[in-house]
């Protein structure tokens, strides 16, 4: 719960650091972004931020106004795959909501990340990911697929 509370904290502080998403050419693909389906529905990020809190890489999408899709990454990792467990590790985290009252609130419990790229020198992590978890407050459960990112942070 306090790493989801980590990516409504990270929505307050979204318009200092923002890196849109929208190319002048629609065609092209952004070069950084996060995307994935949540519930088999698209997710692709309006607005993507990443930053180092820590020895962790915080990457979070803004989907409209108050939906989020957040992953946490140790900065000390190699590339290679990691189980989300959120009792047995701290490497690899992720969240899913929104800030409405009474909204989605969605720790991984259980999936995997691929971290396929994590350059310190360049601040590039790049990597697949996909997860379920539950809902804190309506109990239903969230699957998290196909999930893919490329982000440089600050």
Do not use: H, W
């Not at 990911?129 to 196909?146: H, K, L, R, V």
């Amino acid at each position: 719960m306090k790493k989801l509370a980590l990516v409504f904290l990270l929505l307050g502080v979204m318009g200092l650091f923002t890196n849109c998403n929208k190319d002048d050419d629609e065609n092209e693909e952004p070069e950084f972004f996060l995307r994935a389906k949540v519930n088999g529905d698209d997710f692709s990020s309006g607005t993507l931020t990443a930053i180092r809190v820590g020895p962790f890489i915080n990457i979070t999408a803004l989907q409209g106004l108050n939906t989020a899709l957040s992953i946490s990454v140790a900065e000390s990792l190699s590339p290679g795959n990691y189980d989300f467990d959120a009792i047995l590790t701290d490497e690899v985290s992720a969240g899913y909501g929104n800030s409405l009252p009474g909204g989605i609130s969605v720790d991984a419990e259980s999936g995997i990340m691929i971290i396929t790229q994590l350059d310190t020198m360049t601040q590039i992590v790049a990597g697949t990911f996909e997860f379920s978890g539950t809902d804190a407050n309506s109990g239903e459960t969230y699957n998290i697929t196909e999930g893919e990112f490329k982000a440089q942070y600050e």
